[in-house]
């Protein structure tokens, strides 16, 4: 496992205590409904209290989608040693992991994982 899968999964832990008293992951996101993107990261929202990461998806006729990924607080993301530029990946492909909104919004996600096309990834959700 990597330096950066390592931070963010230790970062996780230390913050299950508090995870449950904001909201339930679960509640609104659906564990069964499971999916996986590619494109190129347009914009972060470096908000609380959550990140918002924006995905370009471009489908096989070329007309692109924008994504919106829902991840962790900013404190859990800065103290597993992540930014907002690191998390763009300077305008590299990158595929994303990700759980489906369980009320049915098109093209929201609760963010799983981040694989960029030069192998290096974050985990930032157990699976």
Do not use: C
């Not at 409904?33 to 190129?40: D, L, N, P, S, Y």
């Not at 962790?72 to 530029?85: C, Q, V």
């Not at 799983?112 to 990834?121: M, R, T, V, W």
Request: glycine letters at 10%; a neutral charge.
């Amino acid at each position: 496992m990597g330096t950066n899968k390592l931070l963010v999964l230790a970062a996780l832990v230390l913050a299950a205590g508090t995870a449950g008293a904001h909201h339930s992951v679960a509640g609104q996101f659906d564990q069964a409904k499971r999916t996986t993107i590619t494109g190129t990261i347009s914009k972060v929202d470096w908000i609380n209290p959550h990140v918002y990461i924006h995905m370009d998806v471009a489908d096989e006729k070329g007309a692109v989608t924008s994504w919106r990924l829902e991840s962790l607080p900013t404190a859990m993301l800065r103290k597993a040693g992540l930014t907002s530029e690191l998390i763009k990946g300077g305008g590299q492909k990158v595929t994303a992991a990700a759980l489906m909104a369980r009320n049915g919004t098109p093209n929201l996600a609760w963010l799983l994982n981040l694989k960029y096309e030069d192998g290096h990834e974050y985990t930032l959700a157990g699976e």
